[in-house]
């Protein structure tokens, strides 16, 4: 059955028929979204959600997405989406962050001429028959510095702008290195340095804990005297309480705001102040950022419902197309592993240890690690997936360590898990050979070799005479088909174990008479997801 995907807003007709041509049944409701009733009533029919800003994801309409996969937004913010909520609800949610940056950083250098030169004021007036032509004195962007808060995507290119008009650039972002800035041309800064110098100050950064409210008013105060301070970036950035105080007494020379902390904004300070330009919320809104958001939606979307990709995800890290080509194996081969630690371990797990080894290290390990744990947290959640696992293993104050290294065995690769009780560790290994079978390679440090099926049957015993004499004669009498056999052991006469891939789930009555020999000391069925 295709993939059945909703759109509940506004979104091109392009992008919906790119839903079509990949073979996706597309609902195409626009006004739907702003129902949330009727959307918490439908929700539980679609695999996937495709919305723009009117669509508010809450806690509630998750709660009924009983079928859903992945919800992506077109644009960059996601504020109205319950991101916990879906991470918990095991639920992909993406963004478009490439589509709208061009558009966006040319809104924020529109902006600063508009309040470098008064243009909208100066507009009214004229249009209102006057000729006030000594009351719009301006000032020129060349050879101004311009302060630049968050110098990422839409950072960057406000920064290449800025340098085209002779502006002399200062960016304040932790996470630019200073190789970086000399590459784009601008001097890498401190913001309280950056606030002293910028006669233009323009901010690019999300809105979170850290840059909430980063112009204060106590950072307000220590820009110099004239400057002018432009958002296009998220509302509450900035005080805007403060900012008005400052633009009334004269030490910030204007500002030019198109997002704000309440949205839609009816009422703000810093409405009908003189030289401060607001328009509402229009950094994306071209015509080309429009279309390019809603086709990297239906791209993104498709990709992910079709093969698996996961792009511009911000709850799970990202396997791009050629990624998920290759990873595939070892995906499944990572959740493999993962579900064989949880079936077989009892007690509360207090840290899952990965190695990769080989050709597996150069891999995407954040994405075979949420594979690992899903796997292991199948037994307890049989719901959970790579999105919610790490949030479940982390509720549950379960600690994860990764180690890579170069190979160092007979494989080209291979996974080791390692599950850590209070009581013991216990670890399987697993290798995907070249016809991109996954297999098990070791468990609990002896080697094996085992094709994995979804329903298997493993024992530990002691390495004596007539084990597999017994087992067969156990499966054959009671009818069940045995597909695989594998043994191994740890020294002659040492601890042995044997896996049989199995054609059906083992039935307990035999399971307890295997159990009530002196033979086993462990007997433990196991299934697999193997579709």
């Known amino acids: 059955m295709a993939p059945k995907v909703l759109v509940s807003d506004k979104l ?51 709660e009924n997405a009983t079928n859903l996969k992945v919800i992506a937004r077109a644009g960059i913010g996601t504020d109205n989406i319950d991101k916990e909520a ?9 963004n478009t962050p490439f589509g709208n940056m061009i558009t966006t950083a040319e809104h924020a250098i529109a902006m600063m001429f508009a309040v470098a030169r008064q243009i909208p004021e100066a507009s009214a007036s004229t249009h209102a028959g006057k000729w006030e032509k000594s009351k719009f004195m301006g000032v020129e962007l060349t050879n101004k510095t311009l302060g630049v808060i968050g110098a990422g995507n839409i ?33 890498k800064v401190e913001l309280d ?48 309480e403060a900012l008005a105080d400052m633009l009334k007494s004269g030490h910030v020379a204007g500002a030019a705001f198109d997002v704000f902390k309440e949205e839609p904004a009816k009422e703000n300070a810093l409405f009908n102040l003189p030289n401060v330009v607001c328009t509402p919320h229009l950094g994306a809104a071209t015509t080309e950022a429009q279309e390019n958001v809603a086709l990297q939606v239906a791209e993104q979307m498709s990709n992910y419902l079709l093969t698996g990709a996961v792009e511009n995800a911000l ?11 290759v990873m595939g194996p070892w995906i499944k081969l990572a959740d493999y592993l993962g579900a064989f630690s949880g079936q077989m371990t009892d007690e509360p797990i207090k840290a899952i240890n990965i190695l990769y080894d080989g050709v597996v290290s150069d891999m995407n390990l954040a994405a075979l690690n949420c594979a690992v744990v899903a796997g292991i947290m199948k037994k307890s959640n049989p719901d959970v997936n790579m999105v919610s696992a790490p949030v479940v293993a982390k509720e549950r104050g379960m600690k994860i360590s990764t180690t890579n290294q170069d190979k160092s065995g007979a494989f080209d690769g291979y996974i080791k898990v390692t599950i850590v009780t209070d009581k013991r560790e ?59 056999f594998t043994l191994g052991r740890a020294d002659v006469g040492g601890e042995a174990i044997a896996l049989l891939y199995v054609d059906a789930p083992v039935p307990a009555p035999i399971l307890d008479k295997l159990s009530a020999t002196d033979m086993f000391t462990q007997v433990k069925p196991l299934q697999f997801d193997v579709a």
């Open 155 to 187: 950072g960057g290119i406000v920064c290449d702008r800025a340098r085209g008009l002779k502006m002399k650039v200062a960016a304040y972002d932790p996470f630019l290195s200073e190789e970086k800035a000399d590459k784009m041309g601008v001097e």
């Open 86 to 94: 879906a991470s918990k609800k095991g639920v992909i949610v993406m």
């Open 426 to 484: 216990r670890s399987v290994a697993g290798t995907v050979f070249s016809d991109g079978k996954p297999r098990f390679i070791q468990i609990k440090g002896i080697n094996v070799d085992a094709e994995i099926g979804a329903n298997m049957l493993y024992t530990t015993n002691e390495d004596v005479p007539g084990i597999i004499g017994l087992l067969g004669q156990t499966m054959g009498e009671n009818g069940v088909n045995i597909a695989n």
């Open 12 to 62: 091109s007709e392009t992008a919906v028929q790119i839903f079509r041509d990949r073979g996706i049944d597309v609902d195409f409701q626009p006004d739907l979204g702003k129902d949330k009733d009727k959307l918490a009533e439908v929700i539980g029919q679609y695999d996937g959600l495709a919305i723009r800003s009117a669509t508010k994801v809450t806690e509630k309409i998750l």
């Open 315 to 325: 709850n799970m890290p990202s396997v791009t197309a050629e990624e998920a080509k």
């Open 193 to 240: 340095e950056l606030l002293a110098r910028a006669d233009f100050i323009t901010l690019h950064v999300p809105f979170t804990d850290a840059t909430a409210n980063i112009l204060s008013r106590e950072n307000l105060a220590k820009t110099k005297k004239g400057v002018r301070i432009i958002n296009c970036a998220r509302g509450g950035l900035v005080d805007e």
